[in-house]
């Protein structure tokens, strides 16, 4: 989801691009598996980039929980082949994290200042990557994320399976009421990326919109967006209506403290911007597989 709006914004910056994937959708992928450490090594001594940006994760959360060995063997051990790489090599990192770190039971929003501690598997297979990162390179940028949007057919997350289902004809959505985060756009992460990489003010920074809510404020901004209003009702529920493998924070609410303070927080509203996608995507053809 992150890099299919990445790629095309560095390539309209002039950058030149090595892109690899355990399994390439894009010609001219290299296929690469990031728990082979000898594989990623021979990548980076062979094309020695200026960074590698680190997007591969295992995000699906009830996997994580339900493998864990899977979780942690992506999400940290891939981390530090990557890292141990990078290091080998004199490589720049990217590494993409999470506000799925913190435990949720702080009432405003978290910053880069206050203490991780995941309430699930993959929450702290993030974290350990997030520290693998910290302890063995120098120079290194590490962006939390929010609940991340974006791809449109290619998203299998929550705002395109409520879009799916308003498509389908659903005249009423049960939706999840007292979790809260933060959304994170793509498209706004992608195009704001290279301002903070640029700076070469290195270090962990929050980069989701601007702006907090619940599932149940999405889906009822999506239901307005999709001219739907009066026509499809939107119900609050509890999560403990929605039982899943693994344990979900309170609140995942980011607030990016450290880009307001350097003038680098160019993130739009949320609201905003689900309005576009929403809008931009709404001509192309409904996709269900």
């Known amino acids: 989801m992150l890099a299919n709006d990445i790629i095309p914004v560095l390539k309209s910056q002039g950058?030149?691009?090595?892109?690899?994937?355990?399994?390439?959708?894009l010609s001219g992928t290299i296929p690469t598996d990031i728990t082979d450490a000898a594989q990623i090594r021979a990548h980076l001594k062979e094309s020695h980039p200026d960074y590698c940006f680190h997007l591969t994760a295992e995000t699906n959360v009830d996997l994580c929980e339900q493998k864990p060995e899977h979780a942690f063997r992506?999400?940290?051990?891939?981390?530090?082949?990557?890292?141990?790489?990078?290091?080998?090599?004199?490589?720049?990192?990217?590494y993409i994290s999470t506000g799925g770190v913190f435990y949720g039971d702080k009432k405003e929003p978290y910053t880069e200042a206050d203490e991780a501690n995941?309430?699930?598997?993959?929450?702290?297979?993030?974290?350990?990557?997030?520290?693998?990162?910290?302890?063995?390179?120098?120079?290194?940028?590490?962006?939390?994320?929010?609940?991340?949007?974006?791809?449109w057919e290619i998203d299998k997350k929550f705002v395109f399976k409520i879009v799916q289902q308003l498509r389908e004809g659903k005249s009423k959505l049960r939706v999840v009421a007292d979790k809260f985060g933060t959304p994170t756009f793509t498209i706004d992460f992608a195009?704001?990326?290279m301002n903070v990489i640029n700076s070469n003010r290195y270090g962990l920074y929050h980069m989701g919109n601007k702006g907090n809510c619940s599932r149940y404020d999405i889906a009822v901004k999506i239901v307005e967006y999709m001219g739907l209003t009066g026509k499809v009702e939107v119900e609050a529920i509890s999560s403990d209506e929605y039982p899943l493998p693994a344990p979900r924070a309170d609140s995942e609410?980011?607030?990016n403290a450290k880009l307001e303070?350097?003038?680098?927080?160019?993130?739009?509203?949320?609201?905003?911007s689900l309005k576009h996608?929403?809008?931009s995507n709404s001509s192309k053809q409904f996709v269900t597989a």
């Open 253 to 255: 609410m980011m607030h």
């Open 15 to 25: 950058h030149e691009l090595i892109l690899t994937d355990i399994n390439p959708r």
């Open 74 to 94: 992506i999400n940290r051990q891939g981390t530090r082949n990557i890292v141990m790489a990078c290091k080998q090599t004199s490589v720049k990192l990217l």
């Open 191 to 193: 195009n704001n990326l």
């Open 118 to 151: 995941p309430k699930n598997v993959y929450g702290q297979s993030k974290l350990d990557g997030e520290r693998i990162v910290q302890q063995e390179l120098k120079e290194y940028f590490i962006l939390r994320a929010g609940w991340m949007v974006g791809g």
């Open 277 to 279: 996608y929403i809008q």
């Open 261 to 272: 303070a350097l003038g680098m927080n160019n993130m739009p509203r949320w609201e905003d």
